[in-house]
């Protein structure tokens, strides 16, 4: 999930994750000192590598990385 940060000029983006499941977790939530007011927006994954190139294809890789050794 991507969503705006309410009230940043220039505009600023949030990133987590949100599973099928419906379970969010989001890693750098904590880097904010109080929760943010974020205005949801999906972004689809083609337009986000887009969007962020490279840093987006170390992230996407990392990711599927971790998840081949997580135990299903």
Known sequence: MVAQIVGTDPQEHHSWNRFPSGFEMDLTRDQFPEPPELLEC???????????????????????????????
Do not use: F, N, Y
């Not at 972004?43 to 299903?72: C, F, N």
């Open 42 to 72: 999906e972004i689809p994954e083609t337009m986000l590598v887009k969007l962020l190139g490279a840093q987006a294809d170390l992230l996407r890789s990392r990711v599927l990385e971790l998840l081949a050794t997580v135990d299903r």
